[in-house]
């Protein structure tokens, strides 16, 4: 009888949707995109609840159950300046733990900071209610990051239903020439969702109580791509127009090759950093966790797919379709396009120039069962410590990845400097705080642990987030 109702439920939405699809006018331009509602810093700080929980959302014909920051799906995005304080108070209504990382932020990793070792207790236990206190330094890169839940084995489930957000660090607008103060500023947040309904439950993680089990998802099944919760969203743009473009790989495990019909993208920006020099981009690799700032020019009038191109992460990794994530409409009276800047940022330090103080090799391996993944032979364990450094050292890291298919390498607290990947030297234009790691290769990165408030334990980790909860995460220490 169950099944029953549920087909005939899914029936009449799709009737529904077939309805509603007949009636919009052939060729609508209609503007269907939307902005995460933007929530601002005032005086300094920046004051917000966020409330984990399990709901059900509709995302296109279909209800699927997500879990959520507040009920929602795509949840606000924190506007900040350098030097800001953020007092976020996560008060948890799962019944597993969760916490928050803030995603590419130097900040302190102690205390009440981006404090992964925290977590908020299930709802109705004591301790189902924390604080943060994150300060930003002064000299924080202005850039685009995001939000995200932490806990041991459970990163996975929580992030794959929906639990990521967006924040964004002000700067860019005051390096770009003035007369781009007034373009259009979108955030795109690139999730996926699939149905939990007949997933398999695993246990990755004891903790102490609640929910202990998580789902078993399978990041090579299909799963549907979204656009700050929408399909497919339909955006306007003027012929010859300038918009801004801040596009966020804020899923738990799946990449994105991006394309954009019949326009070039101008890459001002890559995770935690302006680019030195603006890059005319074809297509952008978008790997788990990664954001891209692009410039994009309506192009003559007309209709153009943005996309994510077919694309595979390896003979043992994923195979993903080509799927149109949004459609751009060129529409209305035409503007003269601003010209794209050259240079844009003369502020990064290249350092290749400085003195490497220790190296470091970091094997990344597999087993073939899907379950178990090393970093140097080991498993993630909360209570150790894999790697000392002291700070005011500048080491060299090669990760070598000994698989048939990508991973992702990203470490908290701290941005790198990609310099060479399979031998060949990578031309210095921007930092990183992610960085895809191709099938069988070596990247080598560099990383200045450099500031005071990098003192403490906090993780580095594979970012695709299946292989981070199934092992592949290491514990790191700074010490004075
Ligand atoms: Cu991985």
Redesign the pocket.
Known sequence: MKTFFINIHRLVTVFIFIVAACGQPQGSTDETFVNPEDVYSKNGRLDITLNPQEGKTLIGPEEYTVFTYNGKYTPPQLRLNPGDTLNLKLVNMLSMETNIHYHGFDVSPLGKSDNIFRVASPRATPGATIDYRVILPKDHNAGTYWYHPHPCGKSEQQVSLGMSGSIIVSGLFDILPADFANIKDRTFLLKDIQSTEGLQKVLLCDTKNGVQEVYDFDSNAPTTRTVNGVINPGLRIAPGETQLWRISNVGANIYYMLKLEGHKMYQVGEDASYLKQVVARDSILLAPAARVEVLVQGGPAGRYEFKTLAMSTGSEGDNYPEVTLATLFSTGTPVKPLPIPGMLNDKLIDYRTYHVTNRRTFTFTELSDGDS?YINGRQFNLDSIDTKVKLGSLEEWSLVNATNEM??FHIHQLNFQVTQINGEAINFNHYNDVVNMPPQSTVKILLPFDKPYMVGKFVYH?H?LA?EDRG?MQVIEVVK
């Open positions: 993944f991973h992702v594979c695709i292989h592949m």
